[in-house]
């Protein structure tokens, strides 16, 4: 049974940073590339950063490039989400989630579609 358990969410004042973690179980994430995506109150769900197996191509959409830096510890089963310079906007319960079927990322549209996502984690960014 594959398990993702996202951490390290939280209060932040604009301009301040946040690492998230997720933490992958029955799954040898050495083989499949990860996602994050997030999902503010009244919104859909969004695709924002993806990294493939090897971690040596990562993805981001507009909104959080150049912000926030997605990592993955193969050894450790762990993909990161490094998020500086964070916004009110980012507000929002941060999801990561696996793409069992495929080592690179094939667009968030894709990833979506997948069945293993983490709980998620609230990031509230507010003075």
């Known amino acids: 049974q594959v398990q993702l358990v996202e951490s390290g969410g939280g209060l932040v004042q604009p301009g301040g940073s946040l690492t998230l973690s997720c933490t992958v179980s029955g799954l040898t994430l050495d083989y499949y590339a990860m996602g994050w995506f997030r999902q503010a109150p009244g919104k859909e769900r969004e695709g924002i950063s993806c990294i493939n197996s090897s971690g040596d191509s990562p993805d981001y959409v507009d909104a959080v490039k150049g912000r926030f830096t997605i990592s993955r510890d193969n050894a450790q089963n762990t993909v990161y989400l490094q998020m500086n310079s964070l916004k009110p906007e980012d507000t929002a319960v941060y999801y990561c989630?696996?793409?069992?079927?495929?080592?690179?990322?094939?667009?968030?549209?894709?990833?979506?579609?997948?069945?293993?996502w983490g709980q998620g984690t609230q990031v509230t960014v507010s003075s």
């Open positions: 989630v696996a793409d069992v079927i495929s080592d690179s990322c094939s667009g968030y549209e894709w990833l979506a579609h997948s069945d293993a």
